[in-house]
């Protein structure tokens, strides 16, 4: 089945970069989309970058210029780079993916989820 793990997560500085790293098992299908989400406390879950098997890159609007969305040549490691840390981006971040392509930023329509981590800005 199908298995999304998050790492990297952790405290950071106000003005710091972050790296997070989502492995990916148990996953086999051409076509793809692939993306990070996060949940503040109290707040809904929204999009943070996605990417999907088309070569669409999705960026959430607010976050343009500060993050960058990866994904290995094996396909199985999703990297989400994040600059110029600030105290709005602490939030529980999650690594999706979904065999259909072109998601974007929607986070119900992704079926695969990993359990989170959890990435605190002061």
């Known amino acids: 089945h199908v298995q999304l793990v998050e790492s990297g997560g952790g405290s950071f500085q106000a003005g710091g970069s972050l790296t997070l790293t989502c492995v990916i098992s148990?996953?086999?299908?051409?076509?793809?989309?692939m993306g990070w989400f996060r949940q503040g406390l109290g707040m809904q879950r929204e999009g943070v970058a996605a990417?999907?098997?088309?070569?669409?890159?999705s960026v959430a609007d607010s976050l343009r210029g500060r993050v960058t969305i990866s994904l290995s040549n094996t396909k199985d490691v999703l990297n989400l780079r994040m600059f110029f840390l600030e105290p709005e981006d602490t939030a529980m971040y999650y690594c999706a993916a979904d065999r259909r392509y072109t998601l974007g930023l929607t986070a119900r329509y992704y079926d695969y989820w990993g359990q989170g981590t959890q990435v605190t800005v002061s």
């Open positions: 990417l999907d098997s088309d070569g669409t890159t």
């Open positions: 148990g996953y086999n299908s051409d076509t793809f989309s």
